[in-house]
């Protein structure tokens, strides 16, 4: 069983594709867990406000097979594949681990945004403290302690992700 770790955003009817999001990898993951959504200003572009938090768990799949899993979710959730990098989506699902792999295909793992963006990293240091980054070799939660919180602005929302607003 490999560990994985997975950020999820969204910023077009954002309550309800976050919710889908984490039902979707809740039913194919184990020891699923779930950190606190956060709401973020977009990155990149002007756009509205993300939702984004990250999950982890375990699973028995490859890499491949997660990859493609993920990509069917976004889909599902009417994620425009073809739409510019910086702009708005419904469902955004990147894998940032795999166990401690390294590699550039089909995914790069670990990805490279995890200690530039808070909306990555803040939610990642919360269920995974202790977990080490496989090329930096520090933990998550070293890494958001000498992260310069002045980056981006984010900030925690009260949201059940099993319920509804």
């Not at 990250?54 to 491949?64: A, S």
């Not at 995914?107 to 939610?123: C, G, M, S, T, Y």
């Not at 939660?141 to 099993?162: A, N, R, T």
Request: proline share 4%; net charge negative.
């Amino acid at each position: 069983m490999a560990q994985i770790f997975i950020s999820i955003g969204s910023n077009i009817n954002k309550g309800h594709h976050i919710r889908q999001g984490i039902a979707s990898l809740a039913a194919i993951l184990d020891d699923f867990v779930v950190s606190s959504v956060f709401e973020s200003e977009s990155v990149g572009f002007d756009g509205s406000n993300f939702y984004n938090l990250v999950c982890g768990g375990t699973t028995p799949l490859p890499v491949e097979k997660v990859t493609e899993l993920l990509r069917r979710i976004e889909v599902d959730n009417g994620r425009d594949r073809s739409a510019k990098k910086f702009s708005s989506r419904t469902l955004d699902l990147d894998l940032l681990t795999y166990d401690q792999l390294i590699i550039d295909s089909p995914a790069q793992l670990p990805r490279e945004e995890i200690d530039k963006n808070a909306f990555v990293l803040w939610p990642l240091a919360q269920i995974a403290p202790n977990e080490i980054h496989p090329v930096l070799n520090q933990s998550y939660q070293q890494l958001w302690d000498s992260y310069d919180k002045q980056l981006q602005k984010l900030w925690v929302v009260k949201f059940d992700w099993q319920g509804s607003y």
